[in-house]
Nanobody, 124 residues
Framework: QVQLVESGGGLVQAGGSLRLSCAAS????????MGWFRQAPGKEREFVSA????????DYADSVKGRFTISRDNAKNTVFLQMNSLKPEDTAVYYC?????????????????WGQGAQVSVSS
């Protein structure tokens, strides 16, 4: 069993920045692909970003490409999402996820473990 806990959410003005962290415990996540998803009120959960097991490859949804950066520190079992140039449409609950096995380096589906979510609100 893997437990994922997000932190770093909050309220910022448009154009501002936030960095989300996802701390894993229970089992090492170094062998897992990791991803970030978000869900706005009344909307389906959508893919935001993913990073390969070693951190060498990344993938981003078109809506955040060029503004968000995903990274990981496997020694600390932690994944980050740096969010810059935030827009009101980025407002959502952001979820960290881990996928145990996949042929793809940066999968967009099939994740096995999920965090509780962190609220990100962008005003103006």
């Amino acid at each position: 069993q893997v437990q994922l806990v997000e932190s770093g959410g909050g309220l910022v003005q448009a154009g501002g920045s936030l960095r989300l962290s996802c701390a894993a415990s229970g089992r090492t996540t170094s062998s897992y692909a990791m991803g970030w998803f978000r869900q706005a009120p009344g909307k389906e959960r959508e893919f935001v970003s993913a990073i390969s097991k070693s951190g060498g490859r990344t993938d981003y949804a078109d809506s955040v490409k060029g503004r968000f950066t995903i990274s990981r520190d496997n020694a600390k079992n932690t994944v980050f999402l740096q969010m810059n140039s935030l827009k009101p449409e980025d407002t959502a609950v952001y979820y960290c996820a881990a996928r145990v096995a996949s042929v793809m380096f940066t999968p967009r589906t099939g994740y096995d473990y999920w965090g509780q979510g962190a609220q990100v609100s962008v005003s103006s």
